[in-house]
């Protein structure tokens, strides 16, 4: 018998996306043979092989509104003319074709909202290009059956708005097999530095880079290691060299999600430090969150409601004040000088591991699609 086929759309290049990654395989696990579209940027890095098949296309535009108009209408040719039984649409900007498509086809359809897409940064400070995905957000969200999220807060935002039940599926990674474990040497980290790391594919503004730079000015034997792509790399890298940080602070770009593991598995401290400055921040819960659980290391977070929840809950490290580039300093500092309370974070992490397991988010996500 000929598998169920399912088409899973995402608008990123899919090197580090490892929700989507997880979804594909959810899939799998459910009879479906997967075909993930995104796309390819000038940048983009090689992507490993997996089980399932990939498509990524290249357009012309690569950002502002003709990039957006491009890609839905790429995209729903792309859909339209391949039979699929199950549609999966990741975050707002792939759900019309999917949507379409689904109609079209009498097919079964998934979105997968990610944050709350019309509070981002970049949506709020444009009010007209806000306008325009919140209406295409009021008109889809009321008539997709199946929706998930990613933790209870946007859930129950979303819920109170269009009175919908959605699905919680956190981002909880599976902890990634590291049979050769790089060491400092290799991966060209100081021996004798504690290492503190800010990760991530949204190293944007109001996350708090900014002021983690400027903190490193305050701390001695430490080095700042930022990983990961967003659009205050550039700003961060002209502040190292303005500060005269260049031992403090190393800036490796995007890389691979394997690569970036060996680098959390070697740091001491892990930051998270999004700001208070819009819904989709106050709610988030980043996925950095669980590497840094998962690399067994610390964490110093911003005091938001869902990051708190679990720092809190599991004792696993501590939140900062405010933004000031002094305070965090003197929160990085303080996370270090006291020995006893370290150790007890490094052994409440093990309860962490533990407890928060991506095969209880697998269970909630296979029933959502069992059920589509």
Request: charged share 30%; with cysteine; proline share 4%.
């Amino acid at each position: 018998m000929e598998k169920k086929k399912a088409i899973v759309s995402v608008i990123n290049d899919l090197v580090t996306d490892q929700r989507v990654d997880r979804a594909c395989k959810a899939l799998e696990k459910s009879g479906y043979q997967v075909l993930l579209v995104g796309r390819v940027l000038p940048k983009s890095l090689a992507i490993n092989q997996r089980h399932y098949e990939i498509k990524r296309m290249k357009l012309i535009w690569l950002k502002g509104p003709l990039f957006y108009l491009e890609y839905q209408i790429r995209l729903f040719l792309f859909l339209l003319f391949r039979k699929a039984d199950l549609f999966y649409a990741n975050d707002l900007d792939t759900l019309l074709p999917n949507y379409i498509c689904s109609k079209i086809q009498s097919s079964k359809l998934i979105y997968d909202s990610h944050e709350l897409f019309t509070e981002v940064p970049e949506l709020i400070n444009n009010p007209k290009k806000r306008k325009v995905w919140k209406r295409l957000e009021s008109w889809l969200f009321p008539r997709v059956k199946n929706i998930i999220t990613v933790n209870d807060s946007i859930a129950k935002l979303y819920e109170e708005e269009y009175h919908k039940k959605l699905t919680v599926v956190r981002n909880i990674p599976i902890p990634p097999s590291l049979n050769n474990m790089l060491s400092r040497d290799v991966l060209s980290l100081p021996k004798d530095k504690k290492i503190i790391i800010l990760q991530g594919a949204g190293i944007n503004v109001h996350r708090g880079s900014e002021e983690a730079v400027e903190a490193m000015q305050y701390l001695d034997g430490m080095l700042l290691l930022i990983v990961g792509s967003g659009d205050v790399i550039e700003k961060l890298k002209a502040m190292r060299i303005a500060l005269k940080l260049e031992d403090k602070v190393m800036i490796t770009g995007k890389v691979a999600y394997e690569q970036l593991a060996q680098y959390t598995q070697l740091a001491d401290l892990g930051l998270s430090l999004d700001k208070d400055t819009n819904l989709n921040y106050r709610y988030s819960l980043p996925n950095k969150l669980f590497d840094y659980i998962f690399a067994g290391i610390p964490v110093l977070v911003s005091p938001l409601l869902e990051i708190e929840k679990i720092v809190n809950k599991y004792q696993i490290g501590s939140s900062i004040t405010n933004h000031e580039p002094k305070e965090i300093a003197r929160s990085i500092q303080q996370s270090f000088d006291n020995e006893e309370i370290y150790k007890k974070w490094k052994i409440n992490l093990k309860r962490a591991q533990d407890e928060l397991k991506w095969e209880n988010e697998e269970k909630k996500l296979l029933e959502c699609i069992a059920n589509a």
